[in-house]
């Protein structure tokens, strides 16, 4: 037994087979709660909140309605919180509120090929958790789906062996005042702190980058903030598409040809792709080497990947794009205005690319100058399908993408492998319908080239608008330096020419100080007024040289 | 319907109810395989091996088994290899293999308190589910857990919707000359590439950290590698620990009193928590004003609450050590001086602490000069649990540590916020019972402010030894300047000498470069030689006044 010299045993198979077992998901991230943003008790604070206004967000725009979300945070001893989200969405049936609320791995967006905030099915269930583990209390829901229908409340908690609903109380009730809408309460441990990654940053982002949503938060000093919404309109809504055939992997495509009820390849093929009708399934399955006809259920292994094959070497126009809602560069400037006290605005909304058969695109916003610092590496603002990311900036496809710029030529300073220096927000968003992240939290953008490619070119796009602003405004500057230079020299001047021509001195300055007006500081003023609307004209010409990048 | 202007709706939650699911773990997981390490086809083939091989490591090791590890990658097509993993380990009982391979969340590693490779239960079946993903194949396993057994073979693949095995076929066979152990055969797409975070380097690192361990390396180009194990010694086998009080959440302590067998607190706290004896019980019991036989089936929430709060107030010892391996400093400089080409080698093997209830401790070794690259950032060899990280250096803690240290101070240069530029590589490894992992990949440590700060203390430490070696080769290298321009004017000396006093020039340049022999040079000598015994003393007086830091 003890024996460790190599040839003993310290334990057999047959120990080490006594051991094994199941873990259920909701152990492994009870154990792991850092890995979804609940690693110390400030970030479980902002976790907690932003988990829930992510879910009151995205289901008030899938039934339509304008959001109106309430949070709250009470401080309930040094190191405890109540967290309270309340929304007018739609509400949700009685049946769903234990699944939704308190089973990981559970929701409807995951299998949904459509742009949304949530995507996994873990968030709020994690922060309902997350508050059980540290205070060892139910969460409260309560939710009602019509101005003519009863309101339910039910308090629950997780049973981490099983990953399943434990519900304590429910009760039906009659919730006065409120159309439709969901509730959530949970008791947590937490650490206020205002600033820098905090609920109070995260809800003004939010804000930005959601113009159509109001917020009222109220902060554990019971002070009050509300952000209005700017836009009276949702964003259209980002409609569902199928699977692109470039991004299904061959164990997939076996798994669809087992699972279809289509009878032929055919079939099969135009029913369940987008971007395929019956010409384009011909030429699949002509460079496949494989009959139209072909039954599903007849494929074997060797088949499938024939069939990969073909569809790699088939020509299939991309995804539709309404399956993504973008913020447009009319509203991001817009809202860069409203929130960033600067000189300069600039934004722009980049096409429909693909990464693995999902539609994705890329949105810049530059805000230059005005308060802010000029020595300072410039301030990211990230976002992923309308949420501001707070954390993991250094391991984020954003901030790669940004270092990887060169943003000398644009007028900004740069040392080798690090973020710019300048005073400029530059403002990021990716809208997908699959954001790949690098940890279950949702912090920062796994690094795909694809992705990682057109953020570049987003910024390079950005980045000739912002060069166009910075060198006309170095040339206003020196032409206002020019203009001082001379207006400091007048007298004397005046003083050398009264004496070559006789002429009064008085009379010289003062028709010498017309000239520089006529000429000097009107072209400034001139400059001055042209050089937000010639950016536009100036950049087309550049555009045409670095596309081929 | 299609109203979009905030008063109509576009979906009602009956609606949403209807799509709402189960999402499998596999499913999970298959989409986001960049979680897991597969993020393109060249990390995909690493992470493959190394799932495998930490498992043969782990296994060997449980059983007291000297690891011996063949690898072997053949090329299939351009873009496809077939991966093959064997080990002399105790090999697995025919009931575990489908689910030790093909069933996510699966094995003994995750409830259990002592150091290990594995720890959640996911990677092999990730490698087999990313085989079968991108190839559509099954993973072969063939098993034998004795020179008497007869052998197991099986073929498999994982049902994603059900987080399943699915065995395509099983046979026993007689597997000549092997008397237990197990193999893996998987095919997946991947790309092979030499060099840095390539197969070959995560080989040569894991023999660095492993010298009990021999590795047979075959790669695509069928050359082989072999690294035959240094020491002849298992490291001595983690002893597996109960709880530390500390360490436990409210959430889990409830759960633990729910669960428990034991008929009274005082029971409950000696029996099923380590470092809990009579006087420590009773000393919690009063800090909580519960009473010794009070019944753990009657606790409710604010009880709980009470006995937590009384653990915390109570002063416990610290955990065990012997749940940890470490690699001590001796074999750590041993394995550094094999492997790299410097002139002067260090290592520290720093004590254990607790984070969130868990031991563990530091490892830092470091190797200067030599052949390595003066003008560039240093290279680090981050290990945990005796595994290479490879991926995310920017996101580990390890790499924030490093960051976070005046290298100046040391000898280095440092510009801020970066890494330190010099001859120099730094290995870090942690051992614990639980290293958290910033994603399921186990790339990178998270931020632990207890990790962070241990592992500063190890480079400080590492670095005194550093700054000692570096300022008495600075003052040695001052010497020989010295003495070679001493050496350079002796002819004019001796001319000048010889004219003055009418000596023979000759003999005087004779005497003058025998006086430099007996000074200077033997000082040179002397100190050459010293340099490396005195750095260890030197530090001494140093640690004691940074120790307070």
């Avoid at 509300?226 to 299904?248: C, D, F, M, T, W």
């Avoid at 399956?323 to 205005?337: D, M, T, V």
């Avoid at 796994?446 to 170095?474: D, M, W």
């Avoid at 010639?534 to 081929?548: F, G």
């Amino acid at each position: 037994m003890a024996e460790e010299n190599g040839t003993g045993q310290r334990k057999t198979a047959e120990d080490l087979a006594k051991k094994q077992r199941d873990i259920s998901i909701a152990e492994f991230f009870e154990k792991n709660r850092h890995l979804l943003g609940f690693d110390n008790p400030r970030k479980a604070l902002l976790t907690a909140v932003k988990e829930a206004v992510d879910n009151s967000l995205d289901a008030c725009e899938e039934a339509g309605i304008l959001p109106e979300i309430n949070i709250e945070l009470i401080q309930l001893s040094e190191t405890r919180f109540r967290v309270i989200i309340e929304d007018n969405g739609p509400g949700i049936v009685k049946e769903q509120l234990p699944k939704i609320f308190a089973k990981l791995l559970y929701g409807s967006k995951f299998f949904k090929l459509a742009q949304s905030r949530g995507q996994q099915g873990i968030g709020i269930s994690a922060t309902v958790l997350y508050g059980q583990l540290t205070t060892g209390k139910p969460a409260i829901i309560s939710s009602k789906t019509g101005p003519t229908k009863i309101a339910n409340r039910i308090k629950l908690k997780i049973n981490t062996q099983k990953n399943a609903p434990d519900v304590e109380e429910e009760e039906q009730f009659n919730w006065e005042g409120k159309d439709h809408g969901t509730r959530i309460e949970v008791d947590l441990d937490g650490s206020y702190m205002k600033g820098h990654q905090s609920v109070d940053e995260y809800l003004k982002e939010t804000a930005i980058i959601n113009p159509h949503a109001t917020f009222i938060y109220t902060n554990p000093e019971a002070q009050q903030v509300i952000y209005s919404r700017a836009a009276n309109k949702l964003p259209p809504e980002p409609k569902e598409i199928q699977p692109h055939p470039y991004g299904v992997e061959l164990g997939r495509l076996i798994k669809m040809l087992e699972n279809t009820e289509c009878r032929t390849l055919q079939q099969f093929l135009t029913t369940e792709f987008c971007r395929v009708g019956p010409g384009t399934a011909k030429e699949i399955c002509e460079n496949s080497s494989l009959l139209p006809n072909t039954k599903p259920k007849d494929f074997t292994r060797e088949m499938a990947e024939q069939l990969y094959n073909g569809i790699q070497k088939s020509k299939i126009m991309s995804p539709p794009t309404d399956c993504l809602s973008p913020i447009g560069a009319e509203l991001l400037e817009k809202s860069l205005k409203k929130e960033i006290n600067a000189e300069f605005y600039t934004a722009v909304s980049r096409p429909v690319f693909v990464y693995r058969g999902n539609p994705f695109l890329v949105e810049v916003g530059i805000a230059y100058g005005g308060a802010q610092p000029k020595d300072e590496p410039v301030t990211l603002l990230r976002f992923a399908n309308r949420v501001p990311l707070l954390y993991q900036q250094g391991s984020c496809a954003f901030t790669k993408s940004v270092i990887a710029t060169a943003w000398k030529s644009y007028g900004l300073q740069q040392s080798n492998g690090a973020i710019p220096v300048g005073p400029v927000t530059i403002l990021l968003h990716i809208a997908s319908v699959w954001v790949p992240f690098t940890s279950e939290s949702k912090e920062a953008l796994a690094h795909y080239p694809e992705i990682i490619k057109e953020i570049k070119l987003g910024l390079q796009e950005a980045g000739r608008k912002l060069q166009s602003y910075v060198n006309k405004k170095v040339r206003v500057q020196n032409q206002l330096e020019r203009a001082n230079m001379f207006d400091s020299y007048i007298p004397e001047v005046a003083d050398a020419l009264s004496r070559l021509t006789g002429d009064n001195k008085e009379q010289l300055i003062k028709k010498l100080k017309e000239m520089i007006k006529k000429e000097e500081i009107q072209n400034v003023i001139h400059n001055l007024e042209s050089l937000k609307g010639n950016v536009e004209e100036d950049t087309k010409l550049a555009e045409r040289s670095e596309e081929e990048d």
